[in-house]
């Protein structure tokens, strides 16, 4: 982890026309580029205002993550990019240290993009999972909630409203056979069925499929 915090301080885009802050106790650090590093490991080297880290720089918590970009008063703020241990990867906005604005986190298993509200996943949006789906539409506090389509790996969607995360009333189901069934949307214990305006109802066959 060493070896990877200094080769981020010597990448061009860390290169300021600052000076380095002083050296001894009592110095008072504004306009210039300083290190830090606290007693859990976490390291910062970058811009320095008023005697706190504002301005650009980079901060490495050694296992968790490395986060490269604006700060404000010692917190993440503005854009930056985070790079987490686990292969994760966020980039976009932030405030007062979490995701906040417009962004884009990849993990392992999905891909988030669109609006954040103090870090969750808030306003529009899309996620897409591997060979699942893909919903683009409203979110509120990392569900999805509102207008939006998910469209399936076999072609299909689903246009409708969401709440608290489950599909609910009035939703067109376009099969990939081009098929359109419009119907009211319902969970039962034999799974999520499509109640139609001539009183039939359709089981959906496939989890992971639009019909």
């Known amino acids: 982890m060493k070896k990877l915090f200094l080769l981020l301080f010597l990448i061009p885009s860390l290169v300021s026309a600052l000076p380095s802050c002083p050296d001894g106790d009592g110095k008072v650090w ?11 490991g976490k390291k910062y080297k970058g ?39 686990d ?6 906005e932030y405030k007062n240290n979490v995701a906040h604005g417009k962004g884009t986190i990849s993990t392992p298993s999905y891909v988030y993009e669109g609006e954040w509200k103090e870090g969750e ?7 897409t999972l591997d060979n699942v789906s893909s919903y683009t539409g409203k979110w509120k506090k990392n569900v999805k909630d509102g207008d939006g389509t998910m469209t399936y790996a076999d072609g299909g969607t689903h246009v409708g409203k969401w709440k608290n995360g489950r599909l609910i009333g009035k939703v067109t189901v376009t099969c990939p056979d081009k098929k359109i069934l419009v119907g009211k949307h319902k969970y039962t214990d034999k799974g999520p069925i499509l ?6 109802i359709y089981l959906f066959k496939n989890e992971n499929g639009s019909c």
Not at 87 to 92: A, E, H, K, T
Not at 121 to 127: D, L
């Open 195 to 200: 109640i139609l305006s001539d009183g039939s």
């Open 121 to 127: 996943f808030y306003g529009q949006g899309t996620m």
């Open 87 to 92: 292969g994760s990867r966020y980039v976009g």
């Open 30 to 40: 504004d306009e210039c580029i300083g290190e830090a590093s606290w007693d859990n």
């Open 47 to 85: 811009e320095w205002r008023n005697n706190k880290i504002n301005g650009q720089g980079t901060m490495i918590f050694p296992g968790y993550w490395v986060y490269q970009g604006g700060f404000k008063d010692g917190k993440l703020h503005g854009e930056g990019e985070t790079k987490f241990s």
